[in-house]
């Protein structure tokens, strides 16, 4: 399947509902490419549905979700791949196949969306390299540290190369010593490898500063997103 190169993307008076309980309303947003966005706001008030939602996991219920300009909110999980293959993710629990290798986690991914970058092997270690997690190749993620799990689900997100970057709670369960890494990595994958948009739900003031993030804030109940 061919990825679709993703030059835009807008959220338009959007909403989301779980059955009766509205939990986004009238969201509208317009990531530049280039910039780094944090998604912040008080628990409750949307951050991991509006992942989801951007992730083509779920419809929304109101409003518009544009890709290049084209709706996305009807299309199914299937047609959404094309898009979804440009659209790195890892979210701020689970990731991985618990009954397989880290390595052979990242081995499906790439099999699965026949990437032909480079060689599997050599190309998969040289992305656990980055956390210094190469060594723990062979192991199962239970066999493994909640902090070596949370690296090796990141490096996923970055696996194909993706133009989008979505993370929920990056650092939260992150060893201390991989923090630096992941800006680094982060900044690599933007100068070297097209990655065009990275919207992060955090509220690491910290990793914000560091970034130079953008701040929206998604207030609960009436959750409208603002600078």
């Keep these: 399947m061919k990825r679709v190169d993703i030059q835009s993307i807008e959220l ?3 909403g989301f509902s779980y059955e009766s309980e509205s939990v986004l309303e009238n969201l509208n947003f317009k990531p530049q490419p280039g910039d780094i966005y944090f998604l912040q706001g008080p628990r409750g008030s949307g951050k991991r549905t509006l992942l989801k939602l951007l992730l083509g996991i779920h419809p929304p219920t ?13 299309l199914s999980h299937d047609q959404f791949d094309r898009y979804r293959l440009n659209i790195g993710y ?3 629990v689970g990731g991985l196949i618990n009954n397989h290798t880290i390595y052979e986690n990242f081995k499906i991914l790439l099999d699965y969306h026949d990437f032909k970058d480079a060689e599997h092997f050599g190309y998969i270690v040289s992305l656990l390299e980055k956390f210094k997690i190469d060594h723990l190749k062979h192991l199962r993620p239970s066999f493994v ?3 070596v799990r949370k690296a090796a689900a990141i490096l996923r997100a970055l696996a194909l190369k993706p133009q989008v970057l979505i993370l929920n709670n ?7 010593e991989h ?3 992941l800006i ?9 490898h097209q ?3 990275v919207i992060i739900a955090s509220d690491d003031w910290r990793l914000c500063n560091q970034l130079n993030g953008k701040i929206h804030l998604l207030k609960a109940n009436a959750t409208e997103m603002s600078a």
């Design 145 to 147: 540290s909640n902090g």
């Design 62 to 74: 109101q409003g518009e979700y544009l890709i290049n300009g084209e709706l996305m909110n009807h």
């Design 179 to 181: 923090v630096p890494m």
């Design 12 to 14: 338009a008076n959007l």
């Design 170 to 176: 990056p650092t939260q369960g992150l060893s201390p």
């Design 184 to 192: 680094q990595l982060i900044e690599e994958y933007r100068e070297k």
């Design 195 to 197: 990655l065009k948009f």
């Design 90 to 92: 890892a979210f701020d």
